[in-house]
């Protein structure tokens, strides 16, 4: 399989030329040249693997340039009930009938990033062995991103990973999941500023292309297509254990934010996965709903992007989302160099026309919004009826699923995090006591010794603490 951009540079590169970087020399994103199809015979084979034998198939349609052997290694030691706390690793837990939860977030850091970042961290280290290379991740993150890194790349030969986080500002949860690792290859580093201070530091850094160069410098975001195709896996395995027989059709409730999840579930309808409905939630954060309902997408201003309690959701743009508008208008990287490049750098927003918009529907998306209000109103609901506590992120994807229910067709809720991280919230829906339960190797986390360095917001001392600290 070959990968193409989004923005129409036509060259076309190999998976593990492609892994280990970000954006298309052109700006663009990567896709596969096409996606390929899976019929019902197939889906028929795949319905009994275990998770570890569904990814290698379905990741050995994707990768050629990485031998079998090799890969199946890397899987089966990827997704193991070690990692992931269960045998099916994202098992479906019924609510209603015709309405079930499946779990994504039963990984180390207790959120969906991990199911495609424990992936990532083995291909890296496999990929910078194979090249005699090394890599330094540079990233910012305000929760779930730099922790699932972190978790992915601890120990990993090749790879050091530092991580800025605005200082004081994350959960103490989330501060002492990031900061307790004492593996040498990973940097905590505490900025003095808000999580856009942290970005903007990433940018500098990453914009001086000579020390970029020198030191090495990669990322590991949302839009790095290797974590994109890992996240298709768990699509099938949701079907697989929410109907009995190929031709039956399930949909998708997606608790969204950079689209990067949603658009996984976009590839595997692609392949031909009978995937009714893509339900794309959002919090009050609401650019991807608004283009869904209208047709128009538009980048939000910080003062126009809010701090909710469902924070890994809080966009001021989707990432991914180019990648899905690339398919819907029929792969014409002009067309897309001029809304994404051009209308979105000069207007901040561009509008499809009647026709281009008119084809979404065919695509399976629908989407709606969740509010603060509607997130402690359906964990109180599902907490109160059913006996089981989710989290805020998951309250969205639910409060929105449930509107788009189809009589016949199974509506799987993606479970993006597990309660324990948003406590808070928790206590302010349910009262004080009913205690989030965290998974054993947790409950004193924060009390374990810390290893980070705070520094004022300075790109040049970031810099410099990286110079020290890698060899050239
Ligand atoms: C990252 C994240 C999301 C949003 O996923 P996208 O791929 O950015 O759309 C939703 N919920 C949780 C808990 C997350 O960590």
């Known amino acids: 399989m070959k990968y193409i951009s989004t923005r129409g540079d036509k060259t076309e590169r190999g998976f593990s030329e492609i892994l280990l970087e970000g954006l298309a020399p052109d700006g663009g994103l990567y896709l596969p040249v096409a996606y390929p199809k899976v019929d019902a015979a197939t889906l028929a084979k795949w319905r009994g693997l275990s998770y570890a034998d569904l990814a290698f198939e379905i990741l050995s349609l994707y990768i050629d340039d990485i031998p079998a052997a090799d890969l199946r290694v890397l899987v089966d030691k990827t997704y193991t ?82 991580m800025l986080s605005p200082h004081g500002r994350m959960s103490p949860f989330q501060q002492a999941q990031m900061f307790s690792l004492q593996d040498a290859n990973i940097h905590n580093i505490a900025v003095e500023g808000v999580f856009d201070d942290c970005q903007d530091i990433v940018k500098a850094v990453s914009n001086d292309l000579a020390f970029k160069r020198q030191y090495r410098i990669g990322t590991v975001n949302s839009i790095n297509w290797a974590r994109l195709l890992a996240q298709v896996v768990y699509y099938f395995a949701g079907y697989f254990q929410a109907t009995k027989a190929e031709g039956e059709q399930v949909s998708f409730a997606v608790p969204s934010g950079n689209f990067g999840n949603v658009c996984a579930g976009h590839v595997a309808r692609m392949m031909g996965l009978p995937i009714a409905q893509l339900v794309v939630a959002t919090n009050e954060n609401n650019v991807l709903e608004e283009f869904f309902n209208t047709g128009t997408y538009r980048v939000r201003g910080s003062a126009e992007t809010f701090e909710t309690s469902s924070p890994s959701m809080d966009i001021s743009k989707a990432s991914n989302f180019e990648r899905f508008v690339f398919d819907l208008l029929g792969r014409e990287g002009a067309r897309i160099q001029a809304l994404f490049g051009a209308a979105l750098s000069k207007e901040g927003a561009f509008t499809l026309s009647t026709d281009e918009f008119a084809r979404v529907p065919a695509y399976g998306f629908v989407s709606g919004r969740s509010t603060h209000a509607d997130r402690l109103a359906t964990i109180r609901d599902t907490w109160q009826r059913f006996g089981v506590l989710i989290d805020t992120h998951t309250a969205d994807g639910l409060k929105v699923g449930r509107e788009h229910v189809q009589p016949g067709v199974p509506m799987i809720v993606l479970e993006t995090a597990l309660p324990a991280k948003f406590e808070a919230t928790i206590t302010e829906a349910l009262g004080a006591d009913v205690k989030a339960p965290r998974p054993a190797g947790l409950v004193d986390i924060e009390s374990r010794p810390k290893r980070f360095e705070v520094m004022p917001v300075d790109a040049a001392r970031v810099q410099r603490y990286i110079a020290e600290r890698v060899s050239i």
């Open 81 to 162: 009930e070690a990692v992931f706390g269960t045998p099916q690793i994202v098992p479906l837990k019924s609510l209603e009938a015709g309405l079930c939860l499946e779990a994504l977030s039963n990984g180390p850091t207790l959120a969906f990033k991990d199911m495609a970042m424990q992936l990532l961290g083995n291909l890296f280290e496999y990929e910078l062995g194979r090249r005699g290379e090394t890599l330094n991740i540079l990233g910012a993150t305000s929760g779930d991103t730099g922790s699932a890194a972190e978790y992915a790349m601890r120990g990993k030969a090749g790879v050091n990973v530092f």
